[in-house]
């Protein structure tokens, strides 16, 4: 199976916990513990440089004086940034705009030309002229939910998820933190194969990195 539904994904959570029935271990009961899970995955594959989904915004006309532009409620980061004149309509006319800082004394000129990402906001310099700007960027995956035909999203992240569900549930339903832990191993063991292969996979040069059994600890420390 490589993409799995939420709700496939939950009767194998519970499974795991002895209660394939769903007995206890129902679809509601487990379903905040999925969601924990798909954040937790997300942060982790956003620390690897991982591509969640690709998206382009629409284009926003930026104005001449303006500073600052709105940004999508699902961006985790943006990844270009062009521009053209507002007047145009021509795909031609865009120029890719340079990630930078610049001095503030500087004068205007036609164009933006450069952004900074500060706190969570776009911020340009002054421009002598209406710019639409067109932002690719990547995007958050939509939360799981129920019913069945709610996928993942993330191909072979399934096994993952069934793991660290039943791993939270064993922690705050069950409190048997003999049982979290073992399946705990299990989650991140399943983690660190793909996302190994995902960053052989979309990495052209080799890049030496922290262990992600190292990092996975860190941010889990105390949390079971």
């Not at 284009?59 to 943006?78: E, G, N, Y």
């Not at 062009?82 to 036609?110: C, F």
């Not at 002229?129 to 960027?137: K, M």
């Not at 996302?195 to 105390?222: C, E, H």
Request: glycine share 2%; aromatic share 8%.
């Amino acid at each position: 199976m490589a993409i799995a539904t939420a709700t496939a994904v939950l009767l194998q959570a519970s499974g795991l916990l002895n209660d394939a029935a769903q007995t206890s271990f129902t679809n509601a009961v487990l379903l905040p513990y999925l969601k924990i899970s798909f954040d937790e995955l997300q942060i982790a594959m956003d620390g690897y440089q991982l591509p969640f989904v690709n998206k382009s915004a629409a284009p926003v006309t930026v104005l001449a004086a303006a500073t600052t532009m709105t940004t999508p409620t699902d961006m985790v980061r943006p990844t270009n940034l062009w521009e053209r004149p507002s007047t145009s309509i021509l795909l031609a006319d865009y120029t890719q705009m340079r990630e930078s800082t610049w001095d503030l004394k500087l004068p205007p000129t036609s164009e933006k030309g450069v952004w900074s990402w500060v706190g969570n906001a776009f911020v340009f310099p002054v421009s002598l002229s209406d710019r639409s700007i067109l932002l690719e960027y990547v995007a958050t995956l939509t939360d799981p939910a129920i019913p069945g035909s709610d996928t993942v999203q993330l191909q072979r992240m399934h096994v993952f998820l069934q793991y660290r569900v039943a791993s939270l549930a064993a922690k705050y339903v069950m409190q048997d933190d003999q049982r979290a832990d073992a399946l705990n191993t299990d989650a991140l063991r399943s983690l660190d194969a793909v996302l190994r292969a995902a960053v052989r996979s979309n990495q052209s040069k080799p890049v030496k990195r922290r262990p992600f059994r190292y990092s996975w600890n860190q941010r889990m420390k105390g949390r079971i």
